[in-house]
């Protein structure tokens, strides 16, 4: 199974973007999704769990949604240090094992 | 101050083994699934493995099964991963991560990382 993202996303500071993430009924159909943020030389950092609850200490400019098999994270007023890769993630049901996204990088113009 | 403190990546020659371990502190270790993530230079992340709360119950990628072997010490709130059969495809930097699993599986997710160890693979 594959979480499917764009592989880049730009937009100007204070702007929004949105990242997409298509799944299947065996991942995100039927499992919470979560979003994890990488910052450049950095390990992982949970943003998102259970679809749209913000991790503890992330900024509300942060927020997720979920429909059937796809998700999104939106970024709102957009700041250089939002610069990352992104990755949405869930448990896949038929693999019994966790996927990762492709990954999704974001760039402040 | 939770923490988790990845050890034991190193270089290492194809076929050979290596012993990654993972030093939990600030938190009741005994009371989380624990899990592996790797990422390889220049890619994505890819999950490694995850082991319950008493290690009864163990997953892994399909890459890795039978040739990885997660474990755990609730005692020594230590995370293990040994690496065996090692290929250059496991050339990443290895993360430990605590995680939280339903007891339907409906949600899992990790909310806390190491910096990672790297493992090198080459000859």
């Known amino acids: 199974s594959v979480l499917t993202q764009p592989p880049s996303v730009s937009e100007a500071p204070r702007q929004r973007v949105t990242i997409s993430c298509s799944g299947s009924?065996?991942?995100?159909?039927?499992?919470?999704v979560n979003w994890y943020q990488q910052l450049p030389g950095k390990a992982p950092r949970l943003l998102i769990y259970y679809d749209n609850l913000l991790s503890s200490g992330v900024s509300d400019r942060f927020s997720a949604s979920k429909s059937g098999t796809s998700a999104s994270l939106a970024i709102s007023v957009l700041q250089s240090e939002d610069e990352a890769d992104y990755y949405c993630?869930?448990?896949?049901?038929?693999?019994?094992?966790?996927?990762f996204g492709t990954g999704t990088k974001v760039t402040v113009l | 101050e939770v923490q988790l403190v990845e050890s034991g990546g190193g270089l290492v020659q194809p076929g050979g083994s290596l012993r990654l371990s993972c030093a939990a502190s600030g938190f009741t270790f005994s009371t989380y699934w624990m899990s592996w993530v790797r990422q390889a230079p220049g890619k994505g992340l890819e999950w490694v493995a995850n082991i319950r709360q008493d290690g009864s119950e163990k997953y892994y990628v399909d890459s890795v099964r039978g040739r990885f072997t997660i474990s755990r010490d609730n005692t020594k709130n230590s995370l293990y991963l040994q690496l065996n059969s090692l290929r250059a495809e496991d050339t990443a930097v290895y993360y430990c991560?605590?995680?939280?699993?339903?007891?339907?599986?409906?949600?899992?997710?990790?909310?806390?990382w190491g910096t990672g160890t790297t493992v090198t693979v080459s000859s």
């Open positions: 991560a605590r995680a939280e699993m339903a007891t339907t599986y409906y949600f899992y997710y990790m909310d806390v």
């Open positions: 009924s065996s991942d995100i159909g039927n499992h919470a």
């Open positions: 993630a869930a448990w896949d049901g038929s693999l019994s094992g966790y996927i």
